[in-house]
C-alpha cells in the first residue's frame, strides 16, 4: 500500500464548477501537507500549504485536512479553463524528512 | 530572476554510459531535492540534501549519486544509466527545509536506449 493516495483521474468539469481533488495517506506522522499545481511540460508550483488540521482559504482554493481520518483536500471554487493542470498532493513529517507526493489528479476545465 | 535551472533538458543516452544532470539555483537555499516523475508513480525523491555536503537519501536512491560541494549547485549523477531510468526529473529547492515551499526546475527528459 502506498503512503499516499490520490485518484490520477482525469477529472474533467464544466467552468464555473466547483472541484474537489482528494488525498489519503496512511502515516500518521505527517504533519505539514501541501498542495502543487503542474502544468504540462512544467514543474510542479506550490499552492497551497497546511500545518496539521483544519482549513486554510486562499481566493478561489480551500485546503483542507482532516489528520483523524487521514484525509485532505483542495476545493476550487468558480474553476476556469486555465485551471486545467495536474493536481499533486505531498506531505512530510517535517524537520527535515523527505517529502512524500501523490500521483496527482488530472483536471481539466471545459467551457 | 529567481530560479531553478536544470541541463541539459532533454538526454538521450545509451546503457551505461556514465551522465550527469546540472541543478542550480540562485535564491541562496540550503535544502535542494532530486526527484523523478513517472506515469502512475508520480513524483519520488531521489535523493536530497539539507546543506553543503549533507545528502541523504529519498524512496528511490538505487543508480543515482549526488554531491553538494557547494550551495547553489546539486549534481545528479547515473554512473551506469539502464533503460529503467528512463524518465523526467526535477530538481527543487527550499530555504532550508522540505516542508517549505518547494521550487521546482524545468524538467529534464531522459531516455536510456
Known amino acids: 500500500q502506498k503512503e499516499v493516495e490520490q485518484d490520477p483521474g482525469p477529472l474533467s468539469v464544466p467552468e464555473g464548477a466547483i472541484v474537489s481533488l482528494n488525498c489519503t495517506y496512511s502515516?500518521?506522522?505527517?504533519?505539514?501537507f501541501m498542495w502543487y499545481r503542474q502544468y504540462s511540460r512544467k514543474g510542479p508550483e506550490l499552492l497551497m500549504y497546511?500545518?496539521?488540521?483544519g482549513n486554510k482559504e486562499d481566493g478561489r482554493f480551500t485546503a483542507q485536512v482532516d489528520k483523524s481520518s487521514k484525509y485532505i483536500s483542495l476545493f476550487i471554487r468558480d474553476s476556469q479553463p486555465s485551471d486545467s493542470a495536474t493536481y499533486l498532493c505531498?506531505?512530510?513529517?517535517?524537520?527535515?524528512?523527505?517529502?512524500?507526493f501523490g500521483t496527482g489528479t488530472q483536471l481539466k476545465v471545459e467551457l | 530572476e529567481a530560479q531553478v535551472t536544470q541541463n541539459p533538458r532533454y538526454l538521450i543516452t545509451v546503457t551505461g554510459k556514465k551522465l550527469t544532470v546540472t541543478c542550480s539555483q540562485n535564491?541562496?537555499?540550503?535544502?535542494m531535492s532530486w526527484y523523478r516523475q513517472d506515469p502512475g508513480l508520480g513524483l519520488r525523491q531521489i535523493y536530497y540534501?539539507?546543506?553543503?555536503?549533507?545528502?541523504d537519501k529519498g524512496d528511490v536512491p538505487e543508480g543515482y549519486k549526488v554531491s553538494r560541494k557547494e550551495k547553489r549547485n546539486f549534481p545528479l549523477i547515473l554512473e551506469s544509466p539502464s533503460p529503467n531510468q528512463t524518465s523526467l526529473y526535477f530538481c527543487?529547492?527550499?530555504?532550508?527545509?522540505?516542508?517549505?515551499?518547494?521550487?521546482f526546475g524545468p524538467g529534464t527528459r531522459l531516455l536510456v536506449l
Open positions: 502515516n500518521s506522522a505527517f504533519q505539514y
Open positions: 540534501s539539507m546543506n553543503v555536503e549533507v545528502t
Open positions: 535564491m541562496n537555499h540550503e535544502y
Open positions: 505531498a506531505m512530510t513529517r517535517g524537520g527535515g524528512n523527505k517529502l512524500t
Open positions: 497546511t500545518y496539521s488540521s
Open positions: 527543487a529547492s527550499s530555504l532550508s527545509r522540505g516542508e517549505e515551499t518547494q521550487y
